[in-house]
């Protein structure tokens, strides 16, 4: 529930990493040096790598896809980065989650600034907002639409729960945000745009504004392709279709109920995060660079463990091209994980105890045990018909046959949502 920013200012490098001593070439690095090789690309090019400093984007997430997602994000030099996440580093994160290191993992530092403080070290020209929080319908326009800054132009989904991700659908498509799914489990990773309908008009309006005095002469036509040759697009007079997607509820009307696998119960190869995030940031550099024309309009998956030697096992593409008209979320434009209607209710019950009402999840307590047993961070693991109890640390949790929990140990409403989400589901 807390909410904290720690860095409003441009992220700073540590003092002895930045020192002229520590560097052969004193003084701070030209952008034109630091990006050389993608403004090169002719997708990017000078004007793409001016848009990207000027953009900001959400990720909600800093585990393993919102660490490689913000990395290669800050390493492309987008100048804005919100980081939301309600964690800290722990060990067993290091493994797969690049921006965090041993010391990290020792002081227990909550992951978004961890992460902020990673990214310092490698570029320190862009600015990383920190924001130690849970997401909730009550925060989430303070988190992605905050009135005191420039709101980021797209959200980037980085979580590992679907109640964080409708909650995403709900409040991106209700303000007209574009926003990219992604996930990944044990060996698969998958992936998928949400555009809104507003998007293209809005983005010819962007483009219109770049037409000032000698913007056009700078423009390469290759940045835009569709334009006539040698001629940027908008001078040609060609207006670049972009019609809204289907949104996540177009895909899943319903979040999945029952036991749902995550990386803490079925593990996950960094391979997958690193696969899925790539093409997320991919797809946001499309976007951010003025063309959303480019941008996939599939869910995109890929099982990259099993060579099933059909191409339609290892990877699939369904098409997510238009949205679906009886849609309850876009369509009706009825937004109840936004209202906290499909919300487990939360209340802090006894001393040191968090319960969490869920009551629309019923548990297979056998299959969840099953999962849990070779769990190294789970001790006194015990069952039967009406319960299911472990021990994580100095946390207990408690799991009733419908979903209901009670974890004892704390008072961080957080804390005891991550815990539950981590080991029962979302
Ligand atoms: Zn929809």
């Given at each position: 529930m ?18 002229p ?9 030209a952008d034109a040096?630091?990006?050389s ?5 002719p997708?990017i090019?000078?004007?793409g790598?001016?848009?990207l400093a000027a ?30 996440d ?5 060990p ?16 227990s530092l ?12 490698f570029?320190?020209?862009i600015?990383v ?12 326009a ?20 679907f109640?964080a ?18 996930a990944a ?10 555009l ?11 483009r219109?504004?770049s037409k ?13 392709p ?27 009307p ?15 190869l ?34 990259l463990?099993?060579?099933?030697g ?13 949205p ?11 937004f ?26 019923p548990?297979?307590f056998?299959?969840?045990r099953a999962?849990?047993?070779s769990?190294?961070?789970?001790a006194d693991?015990r ?21 209901r ?8 409403i ?13």
């Amino acid at each position: 529930m807390h909410l904290n920013e720690c860095a409003e200012a441009p992220a700073s490098a540590s003092p002895e990493k930045n020192s002229p001593a520590a560097s052969p070439t004193a003084g701070p690095i030209a952008d034109a040096d630091r990006y050389s090789r993608q403004v090169l690309f002719p997708g990017i090019g000078p004007l793409g790598q001016q848009r990207l400093a000027a953009s900001h984007v959400a990720i909600v997430g800093c585990g393993a896809m919102g660490a490689a997602s913000a990395s290669l994000l800050a390493r492309a030099g987008v100048g804005t980065l919100s980081l939301i996440d309600r964690d800290f580093v722990e060990p067993s994160n290091l493994q797969r989650q690049v921006l965090f290191d041993e010391a990290d993992a020792r002081d227990s530092l909550p992951k978004a600034e961890a992460a902020r403080r990673h990214i310092a070290l490698f570029n320190s020209r862009i600015t990383v907002h920190a924001r130690i929080a849970d997401l909730t319908p009550t925060n989430i326009a303070d988190l992605l639409a905050p009135t005191n800054q420039p709101a980021p132009q797209i959200v980037l989904d980085a979580t590992d729960n679907f109640e964080a991700r409708y909650l995403i659908n709900d409040f991106a498509v209700q303000r007209g945000t574009p926003w990219i799914y992604a996930a990944a489990i044990g060996a698969y990773a998958a992936t998928m745009n949400i555009l809104p309908s507003n998007l293209s008009s809005r983005t010819l309006s962007e483009r219109s504004e770049s037409k000032g005095e000698g913007s056009a002469s700078t423009v390469p036509c290759s940045l835009f392709p569709v334009g006539a040759p040698g001629e940027p697009f908008w001078l040609a007079g060609v207006t670049v279709p972009c019609p809204p997607t289907a949104c996540l509820a177009c895909i899943f009307p319903k979040p999945p109920t029952g036991n749902v696998e995550t990386c803490d119960t079925a593990g996950i190869l960094s391979t997958a995060v690193n696969l899925a995030a790539s093409i997320q940031v991919t797809e946001a550099l499309k976007f951010l660079t003025g063309q959303p024309h480019l941008m996939r309009r599939t869910l995109l998956s890929f099982d990259l463990w099993n060579p099933a030697g059909n191409a339609t096992l290892d990877r699939s593409e369904i098409s997510a091209s238009t949205p679906r008209p009886d849609c309850e979320v876009c369509g009706q434009r009825v937004f109840t994980h936004l209202a906290g209607r499909d919300r487990a209710h939360i209340t802090l019950c006894g001393r040191d105890s968090v319960q969490i009402h869920e009551n629309r999840r019923p548990v297979d307590f056998s299959a969840l045990r099953a999962r849990l047993e070779s769990h190294a961070d789970i001790a006194d693991l015990r069952s039967n018909d009406l319960l299911l109890r472990f021990r994580r640390g100095p946390l207990t949790l408690t799991l009733f046959a419908d979903g209901r929990a009670i974890i004892q140990g704390t008072t961080d409403i957080a804390l005891a949502r991550s815990l539950y989400a981590r080991f029962i589901g979302s």
